[in-house]
C-alpha cells in the first residue's frame, strides 16, 4: 500500500497561499476614482423599497443608487436588502439620511452603504459632524459595530481602515446662511462631495422653486469654492440639462427617481398606442 503522505502534503500545498501570491490589494470605492479623475457619475433615487429596484439600476449602468430614506417610507431594513442586491454588480449604495446626526449615519455605514448624503448642512459645525460620523476613532466619532457591514465589504485591509478611506462623505448646501458660510463649511477636511439641492436653496432665498439670478448666483459661488479645495460639485439633472451643468463643473450627478423613469420611458409607448396618461386636474383630490 502506498504511503498517503505524498498525496497530504499535496492537499497542504494546495490549500497554502503560495508564497509568489500576494494578499489582494485593497479596494477602492469607484466613485471617488471617478470623482478623483475628474471624471462625471450618475446615480439613480431609489424611493420605493426594491431590491429588484436597486439590481436593475445596477444592470442599466448608473454607478451608485441614492437610496431616499429623507422624503421616502423607505427603512432600514428595505436599505439593507437594497445594498446585499448591489454585491458584485459594481455599483455604489449611498444613502440620505434625514438629518445630520451621528446616530442616523451609523445605521446607514452599519447596514452597508458606502457613504453617506447629509441635508441641510449649513453650517462648519454641522460639517464637521457629518464627517466625523463616518469615520472611526481618531479620526471621528463613528462607533465600532460593523457586523452586517462587513459581510458586504469584507475588506482584506479590515473593514475599519476600508470605510474609513471609501466612504463618501457627501454634504448638501440648500440654505442661504450655508452659502454665506460656504468657505468655512468646505474647509472642513474630509468632504468628499458638496450638493447643492437647488430647489430647497430657492425656497430659502423666497423663490419656491425659481432659479432666479440670486439663486444662480449662490450656486456659482459654492461652485467655486469647491472648486477652489478640489471637491466634486454636485446636483440633480435630467437628460435635458446633464450637459450644460457638466460644463458649469459639476461632476455629481441625482438622476431622477424609479417612478420618474417609469413614467418618462412610458409616455411615448402610450402616445404610439393613442394613449396618454391621466391628467390629474379632472380627478377629485377626495
Known amino acids: 500500500m502506498k504511503s498517503p503522505l505524498p498525496l497530504l502534503l499535496l492537499c497542504l500545498a494546495a490549500a497554502s497561499p503560495a508564497a509568489d501570491n500576494p494578499a489582494p490589494a485593497a479596494a477602492e470605492n469607484p466613485l471617488k476614482k471617478l470623482l478623483r479623475?475628474?471624471?462625471p457619475v450618475i446615480g439613480m433615487t431609489v424611493t420605493v423599497p426594491s431590491a429588484d429596484v436597486a439590481l436593475q439600476a445596477a444592470r442599466a449602468g448608473f454607478d451608485f443608487v441614492w437610496i431616499e430614506m429623507e422624503h421616502s417610507p423607505?427603512?432600514?431594513?428595505?436599505?439593507?436588502n437594497?445594498?446585499?442586491?448591489?454585491?458584485?454588480t459594481g455599483l455604489t449604495p449611498l444613502i440620505r439620511v434625514p438629518v445630520v446626526e451621528l446616530w442616523t449615519a451609523k445605521r446607514a455605514l452599519d447596514c452597508g452603504a458606502l457613504?453617506?448624503?447629509?441635508?441641510?448642512?449649513?453650517?462648519p459645525e454641522l460639517a464637521r459632524q457629518a464627517v466625523a460620523a463616518c469615520k472611526y476613532p481618531p479620526l471621528g466619532r463613528r462607533g465600532a459595530g460593523p457586523g452586517l457591514a462587513t459581510l458586504r465589504w469584507p475588506a482584506p485591509e479590515g473593514y475599519a481602515d476600508f470605510a474609513d478611506k471609501n466612504a463618501l462623505v457627501v454634504?448638501?448646501?440648500?440654505e442661504k446662511r450655508a452659502v454665506d458660510q460656504i468657505d468655512a463649511i468646505l474647509d472642513t477636511p474630509g468632504i468628499d462631495v458638496?450638493?447643492?439641492g437647488v430647489n430647497d436653496l430657492s425656497y430659502s432665498y423666497g423663490d419656491r422653486g425659481r432659479q432666479t439670478p440670486q439663486v444662480k448666483e449662490a450656486i456659482t459661488k459654492i461652485v467655486a469654492a469647491a472648486k477652489k479645495r478640489g471637491i466634486a460639485a454636485?446636483?440633480?439633472a435630467n437628460v435635458t440639462d446633464i450637459k450644460a451643468h457638466m460644463a458649469d463643473g459639476f461632476t455629481f450627478f441625482q438622476g431622477p427617481s424609479e417612478l420618474s423613469l417609469v413614467a418618462t420611458a412610458a409616455r411615448p409607448l402610450l402616445e404610439a398606442a393613442g394613449k396618454s396618461a391621466p391628467d390629474p386636474r379632472n380627478r377629485?383630490?377626495?
Open 115 to 123: 457613504g453617506v448624503v447629509f441635508p441641510f448642512t449649513s453650517t
Open 171 to 174: 454634504i448638501i448646501i440648500e
Open 234 to 236: 454636485g446636483r440633480p
Open 284 to 286: 377629485p383630490l377626495y
Open 194 to 196: 458638496v450638493f447643492i
Open 37 to 39: 479623475d475628474g471624471k
Open 82 to 88: 437594497m445594498i446585499l442586491a448591489t454585491q458584485g
Open 74 to 80: 423607505v427603512t432600514l431594513e428595505s436599505a439593507r
